[in-house]
């Protein structure tokens, strides 16, 4: 190995990062009514009242964009500032990991 390289490992927060995020179950679609955002299962007939931030992940599902990408996005639509990227990310997760629970998008390992 040269002296000029170093082995560098990748934090646990880099990775899930650049992970996708899990695919909308068929059925299942936004709708928007104003400013209204629902998230509903055409499946079963659930409907979830969701906010505009919620919205843009369901979309980021929809479009199967990376954890980074939407984390990226949130920040720049809410002027929020660089340091606050960690604590977007781990609210995208639990928004995520909500929506896997009530069976919204393929639940964690599926894809």
């Known amino acids: 190995?040269?002296?000029?390289?170093e082995p560098t490992q990748q934090s646990a927060h880099e990775a899930e990062a650049?992970?996708?995020?899990p695919?909308?179950?068929?059925?299942?679609?936004?709708?928007?009514?104003?400013e209204a955002c629902f998230v509903m299962d055409t499946n079963?007939?659930?409907?979830?009242?969701?906010?505009?931030t919620a919205a843009r992940i369901f979309e980021g599902c929809q479009q199967r964009e990376?954890?980074?990408a939407v984390v990226n996005a949130l920040i720049t639509a809410a002027g929020a500032r660089e340091n606050e990227h960690a604590a977007v990310q781990a609210?995208?997760?639990?928004?995520?990991?909500?929506?896997?629970?009530?069976?919204?998008?393929?639940p964690a390992g599926a894809h």
């Open 1 to 5: 190995m040269s002296d000029f390289v």
């Open 18 to 21: 650049q992970k996708a995020l």
């Open 23 to 34: 695919p909308v179950l068929e059925g299942v679609i936004l709708q928007r009514q104003g």
């Open 44 to 52: 079963n007939g659930e409907v979830f009242s969701v906010n505009p």
């Open 66 to 68: 990376t954890v980074s």
């Open 91 to 106: 609210d995208v997760l639990r928004l995520v990991k909500e929506l896997q629970e009530l069976g919204l998008c393929e």
